[in-house]
Every structure is written in structure tokens, then in C-alpha cells.
């Protein structure tokens, strides 16, 4: 391209293109015509330049790798499943494991663990069986998240604290699973804080010189360039607080799209927004992007939703040349304002948390569970309002459309009460409620 085709054309400064809008205006007021405000308390301008952004965060280059996720109950089963999904093009396999009666050497039967990346994900707590682990596959146990989640340690807050410490130094891995923070309503800023506050609990616990590697578990929500900022907030902030403890560990982000927006009616919508949160895991930075089928929230596994899931990223990374360029965001003017809007806002919440005690304290005395409630009720009343739109469920929706009869699964928050130490945080989808009436009219 011509050098004389940009010298034909004068800079334009930010403070030149504003003055051009207020003209066109004719009298409105900029900021009340044209900057809104968002959920996580950020504004949104009508356009960026480059003379407005204050520091520029320089984020390294990630390659990301397809994963998919299997439960493990059965070790033969998994481990079948597992070789197929590798077959067709995963390069990630994470296993759930519910409980230490599970063979891994089944379940890694014919699997070359150096050359597909294998992660234990575990629902219960054993040294014992964890020490049994090869050093090449991934442990993530996070008893934290097991409290956020239930409201109750695997064991005993001493007991979880103490056996992570010790799983720590053997594995070298910490693990901070956010997904819950996202699926139950928390904002981004929120989310960003709590997560590395999730963090911060633990290196104040753990020998932060055994930590090798720390792996965050997000979930990714629908808006697409927010949600490409939030990944990218989350690791600078990590580096800085990791910074402070001398930790110079890898930082590894799973990302997986939210439950949060997904719904059973016109339920192939859900493959459209779990591809643009694919795309964002994939532009904000993700190490690992696990895929969610379309019809995870009512029905049992199954391969063709697996296999849809999977060619959806297969798609990205092969037709799309998503993997073609390292950090794609970089240079965006939009992007790296929310980027920084974020980290900074993020920054106070994590600062004024840890002044009053810290995530574990705040969560105890229900302070963490009320943010998120409000946070929550706020994003419901605009869907329910259609400020939010989920088209198919409260937009557009088929009158013909029936679900009754093809539930496999309980699709919507179980009320089972049960003793807890702490109020647990749930998880809640947007279309719940307009759901459950609908049902209820169906012949």
C-alpha cells in the first residue's frame, strides 16, 4: 500500500473528533446522548483514540488448545470416550472425577499423556490418591470453590487448607475455579476480583516457591468484547499480585462458556452464543477453551452435542484462523480501555476486600453471597424487561415450540436444604423463571 495514500491525510485528535460529534448533536448533551454505563459500573464512549489511553498493558502472546470435558464415573467409558474425542480433534482432555475409587491408569489406557494435555478435575480431596498421580497430568482440586459452591469444605476449613498446601508442593499446580462467580450473576469486575482475592487466600495459605503453575477455571459470557477485556484484566491483574509474592509461576486460563444466558427454548440458539463466547475466550487470551453443547443444561451426554461442541472450536481454529494470530486484541483502543477500566476497578474492589478481612472472612459473614445477589437481580430485571435479550425466550419466541417431554435433566436451581457453614452461591440462569411458565401452559 501506498506511503502517500496515510500522508494525504492529517491526524485527527480525540479532542478534534469530539468536538465534530457535539456539533452534529446540535445541543444534546455528549454525555447523556452518547456514554451509557454498564452493570460493572464502566462507560462506554462512542469512539477510542489513541491520545485517551493513559498505559497500554502488554499481555503475552497465548496459543490455545480445543479441550473437552468428560466425567469419569466410569473409568472405562471415560477413557473410550476420551480416545475418540482425541481422534476427531481435541488436543485437551479434562477429566471429572467424583470420587478416589477411579482407576486413572484405565482412564489414561492408550492415551499419550505427552502428547494430548490430560486434567484431573476432582470432586472430593485425598492425598493418599493424588500422590499415586504422573507429574504430567494436571491436578486441580479447589476446596475454596468447593465451599463457594456447597457452602461446606470437602473436610474441614484446617483439614482443606492444609492437605491443598501439601497437594501444592507435591503437584506444583494451584487451581481457582471462577466459573461459579460467573453463572451465578456476579459482574465482570466482580468476577475479576473475586478470583484473584480466590487466589490471594491461597498464597497466603501455601510455600508460594512450589507454585509452578496457577490455573484459573472462567466462564465466558455474551458480551463479546467485555468478556475479551475480562480474560485480559484477569491475567495483568495476576501478574501484579503474583508480582508482590515473588511468585513467578505460570498463569493458565480454562475458559468455558456460561451457563447464565443458555436456554431450553429454541434451544439452537445456544450454539450461536456459545460460538461468540468461544471467540472471545479465544481473543482474550485462553490457554484451553472447553466448549459447552448446546443442550448441556437439559440433557444427559451425549455425542451429538459433544461432537457439535467440539467442531465448533474445530471450526475456529481451522477454517477460521483463530490460531493464526497471537493476540489479535492488541492495538484496540476499545479493547484496551475496558482492559484497564477493569484491572483498575477491579483493583479497589480486591483492595477493599482485603482491608476488611479478605474473601474467606466476607464470605463467612455472607457479604460476597449479597454483592452477587444484587449484582444478579439487577441483570434478571433487565432481561426481564427485555433491556437483556435472549432471543426465542423473551424475545421472538415460538409458541409451538415444547419442551416438556425432552428434559433429561433438571434444568432449573434445586431447592434442596441442607446445614451449611456459609451460604452457598448459586447458580441461576436468566430464563428460568419465563421457563417454568411456559412449561407449566403446555398441553
Known amino acids: 500500500m501506498s506511503k502517500k495514500l496515510f500522508s494525504d491525510f492529517e491526524p485527527v485528535s480525540a479532542k478534534a473528533w469530539k468536538q465534530k460529534i457535539q456539533v452534529d448533536l446540535k445541543g444534546a448533551d455528549y454525555n447523556d446522548t452518547l456514554v451509557w454505563q454498564t452493570n460493572d459500573g464502566i462507560n462506554v464512549k462512542p469512539f477510542y483514540h489513541q491520545d485517551t489511553l493513559e498505559n497500554t498493558l502488554h499481555i503475552k502472546p497465548q496459543t490455545w488448545s480445543i479441550g473437552q470435558i468428560i466425567f469419569a464415573?466410569?473409568?472405562?467409558?471415560?477413557?473410550?470416550?476420551?480416545?475418540?474425542?482425541?481422534?476427531?480433534?481435541?488436543?485437551?482432555?479434562?477429566?471429572?472425577?467424583?470420587?478416589?475409587?477411579?482407576?486413572?491408569?484405565?482412564?489414561?489406557?492408550?492415551?499419550?499423556?505427552?502428547?494430548?494435555?490430560?486434567?484431573?478435575e476432582l470432586l472430593f480431596l485425598d492425598q493418599n490418591w493424588i500422590s499415586n498421580i504422573d507429574q504430567n497430568i494436571s491436578i486441580q482440586v479447589d476446596p475454596i470453590h468447593q465451599l463457594v459452591k456447597t457452602g461446606n469444605w470437602f473436610s474441614s476449613l484446617d483439614k482443606d487448607l492444609a492437605a491443598i498446601k501439601d497437594t501444592v508442593?507435591?503437584?506444583?499446580?494451584?487451581t481457582i475455579d471462577a466459573t461459579t462467580y460467573q453463572n451465578a450473576g456476579a459482574n465482570n469486575v466482580q468476577q475479576i476480583a473475586y478470583t484473584v482475592l480466590h487466589a490471594n487466600e491461597y498464597f497466603n495459605i501455601v510455600d508460594v516457591s512450589t507454585i509452578k503453575k496457577v490455573v484459573f477455571n472462567v466462564a465466558v459470557g455474551t458480551n463479546y468484547f467485555f468478556e475479551?477485556?475480562?480474560?485480559?484484566a484477569l491475567r495483568a491483574l495476576f501478574d501484579s499480585i503474583a508480582s508482590e509474592y515473588n511468585i513467578s509461576a505460570t498463569c493458565v486460563i480454562n475458559a468455558i462458556?456460561?451457563?447464565?444466558?443458555?436456554?431450553?427454548?429454541?434451544?439452537?440458539t445456544?450454539?450461536?452464543?456459545t460460538t461468540t463466547e468461544c471467540m472471545s475466550a479465544v481473543l482474550g487470551g485462553a490457554n484451553t477453551v472447553f466448549n459447552l453443547p448446546y443442550d448441556a443444561i437439559y440433557h444427559k451426554d451425549n455425542a451429538f452435542g459433544e461432537r457439535i461442541a467440539r467442531n465448533q472450536l474445530l471450526v475456529l481454529k481451522n477454517e477460521s484462523y483463530f490460531n493464526a494470530v497471537n493476540?489479535?486484541?492488541?492495538?484496540?483502543?476499545?479493547?484496551?480501555?475496558?482492559?484497564?477500566?477493569?484491572?483498575?476497578?477491579?483493583?479497589?474492589?480486591?483492595?477493599?476486600?482485603?482491608?476488611?478481612?479478605?474473601?474467606?472472612?466476607?464470605?463467612?459473614?455472607g457479604t460476597i453471597q449479597k454483592k452477587i445477589k444484587e449484582s444478579a437481580a439487577k441483570e434478571q430485571q433487565q432481561f426481564d424487561e427485555q433491556k437483556i435479550i435472549l432471543l426465542g425466550t423473551n424475545k421472538h419466541p415460538n409458541k409451538e415450540d415444547k419442551m416438556k417431554n425432552d428434559l433429561e435433566l433438571f434444568p432449573f436451581v434445586k431447592t434442596n436444604p441442607v446445614k451449611t457453614l456459609i451460604e452457598p452461591i448459586i447458580e441461576k440462569r436468566l430464563a428460568e423463571k419465563l421457563e417454568q411458565e411456559r412449561l407449566k401452559t403446555e398441553e
Open 73 to 120: 464415573q466410569n473409568a472405562d467409558a471415560a477413557n473410550k470416550k476420551a480416545i475418540n474425542a482425541i481422534e476427531k480433534g481435541a488436543e485437551t482432555i479434562k477429566f471429572i472425577i467424583p470420587n478416589n475409587e477411579v482407576s486413572i491408569s484405565e482412564l489414561i489406557n492408550n492415551i499419550d499423556i505427552h502428547a494430548t494435555n490430560i486434567q484431573l
Open 169 to 174: 508442593a507435591h503437584t506444583g499446580c494451584l
Open 228 to 232: 475479551i477485556a475480562k480474560l485480559r
Open 257 to 268: 462458556p456460561s451457563k447464565r444466558n443458555k436456554t431450553i427454548y429454541d434451544y439452537n
Open 270 to 273: 445456544n450454539m450461536l452464543r
Open 327 to 365: 493476540n489479535p486484541s492488541d492495538g484496540s483502543y476499545y479493547i484496551e480501555s475496558l482492559t484497564n477500566q477493569l484491572a483498575e476497578n477491579s483493583l479497589d474492589l480486591f483492595k477493599d476486600i482485603e482491608a476488611n478481612g479478605g474473601l474467606l472472612k466476607q464470605l463467612k459473614e
